[in-house]
């Protein structure tokens, strides 16, 4: 491999980019201010890839967006290069989850388009073009459209684009999750071919992934975001050399040690631990009823113990995968988790081994105190006048928070809860949402605390 490479760096390399104590929040359709990001600091170098690893509602996007200067942070700086960021930054260029390209465009244009924008000649468009659209592999297309291409081929577009401004630092977000499995892992590999040219002009990448394998197959660093809002909870150092085996022990231990620091609860700051949980700092994991009840009965096989990656590993999963089932039953108390391993709790291990309309009774004294949402509805629910309320009404409660597809996911998990633990029906044809007996009974547990105290291990 070529020494003067990006993925063989010799040593510490100077500041391309810095963030000093970034915080972000937006203003919602209610006049509040949603946090983002909190007082999020980094240092992207010369010569290196960092990966940005985090669940859903860490910031990794926007905090992306803040380092290409697409977006001002409410507090806090951005430099490249020692200057102050006042506007779009000039040594990145941006490589989209969506392909991005424009539809009424040919293959050669979308690549030319920054080049365009920067006031770069025809001739000298067409000519850098063409070389990128070459280094990537879809020479022969350049007069082809966006719809005539596969989304492998969309995304080496999008690549090309981003590659013909010859960027110091190449910012990538989740680039390969819109692609199936194979062209995912066949562009991870071109990409890692092209970092590791001598003349590769790209001085650094940084790239947000939600993919614990991607960001060790990739990365140099891994910072992990803690969520809701996005701050910066670990930084692992990533040392194994170059081609990197998946199967290899050192591997699967920094995925296992990855995997314990986005799944483990003692990392979370005071302030996270302190705060009182409630629908918007404690979304619903995308979890099914279903979806719970297959994880908590692999487990229970297991012995009631296991280690998650190996879980994932037998199931033919990404570890990634399981985060949303593993983040729920911890939530409603089934599991504990320590580090990668999962621990069957008493009250998991009762709900599994319970008839049906003991384990409904189980999910719903758990669901209304530890699942804040269904907690929510539950109350407002006994509130109301006849015991009735529509959906309406606590997409306005949710739109403090969350974007209308967020809305209708927490929702569509909260009746699912609520309608197994035969706390509340919905009719989808009135949009309303009804309180059952069985739910009146356990309100007083959302003041009460009873489902709040961590379960002991079987």
């Not at 592999?137 to 596969?150: C, Q, V």
């Not at 390969?176 to 590999?189: G, I, K």
């Not at 039953?329 to 008839?355: N, P």
């Not at 919905?426 to 379960?455: H, K």
């Amino acid at each position: 491999m070529a020494t003067h490479s990006l993925l063989a760096r010799t040593g510490p390399q100077s500041a391309l980019i810095d963030v000093d104590h970034v915080s972000m929040s937006f203003a919602s359709a209610h006049g509040t201010t949603l946090p983002v990001l909190d007082d999020v600091s980094l240092t992207l170098h010369e010569g290196e890839i960092v990966a940005l690893l985090g669940k859903s509602g860490s910031g990794k996007s926007t905090l992306l967006r803040t380092i290409a200067g697409l977006i001002a942070p409410t507090s806090g700086q951005v430099h490249y290069r020692g200057t102050r960021l006042n506007g779009a930054n000039p040594g990145v260029a941006m490589v989209f989850q969506s392909f991005a390209l424009m539809p009424w465009l040919t293959v050669q244009d979308n690549v030319e388009l920054g080049l365009r924008a920067r006031g770069v000649s025809a001739e000298e468009r067409r000519e850098a073009a063409l070389a990128a659209i070459d280094l990537i592999g879809l020479d022969g297309f350049e007069t082809a459209y966006p719809k005539e291409l596969s989304g492998g081929m969309r995304q080496r577009v999008g690549f090309a684009r981003a590659l013909v401004l010859q960027p110091d630092a190449l910012l990538m977000d989740e680039p390969f999750s819109a692609l199936d499995v194979l062209t995912a892992e066949n562009l991870r590999n071109e990409l890692m071919t092209l970092l590791a040219q001598p003349d590769f002009p790209t001085k650094s990448v940084c790239i947000v992934t939600h993919n614990i394998e991607e960001a060790v197959l990739l990365a140099d660093r891994v910072l992990v975001l803690g969520s809701n809002p996005g701050r910066i909870k670990a930084e692992v150092g990533v040392r194994i050399p170059r081609p990197r085996d998946r199967r290899s022990p050192t591997f699967e231990a920094m995925v296992d040690q990855l995997y314990g620091i986005l799944t483990d609860r003692a990392g979370q700051s005071t302030a996270d631990k302190v705060a009182t949980p409630g629908p918007l700092t404690h979304p619903l994991p995308a979890a099914s009823v279903g979806g719970l009840a297959g994880l908590i009965e692999i487990v229970h096989a297991h012995n009631g113990q296991t280690d998650l990656p190996d879980l994932a590993d037998e199931l033919s999963f990404d570890v990634d995968d399981l985060l949303p089932l593993v983040d729920a039953a911890q939530m409603l108390g089934l599991l504990d988790i320590d580090g990668a391993q999962a621990f069957l709790t008493d009250v998991g291990t009762e709900w599994y081994t319970a008839d049906i309309q003991g384990s409904k009774e189980i999910f719903a004294r758990l669901a209304v105190g530890r699942a804040p949402l269904v907690g929510t509805v539950v109350t407002a629910l006994e509130h109301s006048e006849g015991g009735s309320l529509l959906d309406d009404f606590f997409r306005d409660l949710l739109r403090v928070g969350y974007n209308a597809e967020d809305i209708e996911k927490q929702l569509d998990i909260a009746i699912d809860w609520g309608r197994y633990g035969e706390l509340f029906d919905y009719d989808a044809d009135s949009g309303e949402l009804i309180l059952s007996e069985v739910a009146a009974g356990l309100v007083p547990l959302l003041c009460a605390g009873d489902e709040a105290a961590p379960t002991d291990r079987t």
